[in-house]
Each structure stands twice: as C-alpha cells, then as structure tokens.
C-alpha cells in the first residue's frame, strides 16, 4: 500500500509491481503488454524491474491495461468533508525571517 510518506522510488516499485500483478492477472507476457501499450520491450521491462518510465510511457501501460481512470484523482482539488477541515488545510505557511 502507498504511504504518503513513502520515498517517490519506492511508490514507483510499488506501481510497477501492481501493473506487473494485473499482467500477470490477464496473462499477457511482457512482450505482448509492451506491445499493447506501443513502447518498446526494453523500456517495459526497466519499468517493472526498477520503477523507471517517463510518465507518457506510464499513461499508454495504463490504457493497454484498460486503468486510465486511476489517473483521474492525480492533482485534482481537493473536497473537505466541513468547512473547520478546509480551513485547517488551506492556512497559509507562516513566514520564517531570515536574517
């Protein structure tokens, strides 16, 4: 599971194995989801091995695997259940002085 204070490389791995789960789920091999997904199979594999693509790469994997969807929270606005809740998150930073 993703922690908000996981490391940016550690929630890559962990991105990576849970579309190497889904792979695995709809039985397709490497080849045949780097195809599907239109990139080559050496970036694939670099994907699911260490958590690295470029985000364009990330997006085609996902429409090949039909999860497009799972980026649509990604930066949106934030909803608050009350208003005490959206105050409490949207206070401004105090200023630290430097001298």
Not at 11 to 20: C, D, G, I, L, T
Not at 43 to 63: D, H, P, S, V
């Amino acid at each position: 599971m993703i922690d908000a204070f996981d490391t940016p490389l550690s929630v890559a791995q962990e991105v990576a194995s849970r579309v190497k789960q889904r792979r695995l789920a709809l039985r397709l091999t490497q080849v045949e989801l780097a195809q599907k997904a239109g990139i080559p199979l050496a970036t694939y594999r670099l994907f699911e091995t260490k958590g690295q693509i470029a985000f364009l790469g990330l997006l085609q994997i996902a429409f090949a695997l039909d999860c497009m969807s799972d980026f649509n929270a990604l930066f949106a606005s934030q909803s608050w259940a009350t208003m005490d809740d959206m105050l409490a998150q949207t206070k401004p930073a105090k200023r630290v002085r430097h001298d």
